[in-house]
Nanobody, 124 residues
Framework: QPQLVESGGGLVQPGGSLRLSCAAS????????IGWFRQAPGKEREGVSC????????NFADSVKGRFTISRDNAKNTVYLQMNSLKPEDTAIYYC?????????????????WGQGTQVTVSS
């Protein structure tokens, strides 16, 4: 059974940075795409970024382009989301998820297994 564990969330001031980690187990890591999603209070879960199994192809939501980067270390079964120039509107619970497909997608419905989430709060 795939398992995903997020870490790295916290409280940061506007303009600051955080790096989220997603540690995976229970499946052949480099076969599958990993996505990062977020859900703010009262809003639907949205796709932030994704990376394909090989780590070459990436995709970002328009709201985070130029500020967030995604990477994966297949030797460590871990995906990272580097978040820079954070804004208050980035405040949400951030989740990683695995898609049982090599290719990237930011659609919530296409992901099969989810982590428990990590809270990111951007506030002065």
């Amino acid at each position: 059974q795939p398992q995903l564990v997020e870490s790295g969330g916290g409280l940061v001031q506007p303009g600051g940075s955080l790096r989220l980690s997603c540690a995976a187990s229970g499946f052949t890591f480099n076969y599958y795409a990993i996505g990062w999603f977020r859900q703010a209070p009262g809003k639907e879960r949205e796709g932030v970024s994704c990376i394909n199994g090989g780590g070459v192809s990436r995709n970002f939501a328009d709201s985070v382009k130029g500020r967030f980067t995604i990477s994966r270390d297949n030797a460590k079964n871990t995906v990272y989301l580097q978040m820079n120039s954070l804004k208050p509107e980035d405040t949400a619970i951030y989740y990683c998820a695995v898609r049982t497909n090599y290719f990237c997608s930011r659609s919530v419905a296409e992901y099969n297994y989810w982590g428990q989430g990590t809270q990111v709060t951007v506030s002065s």
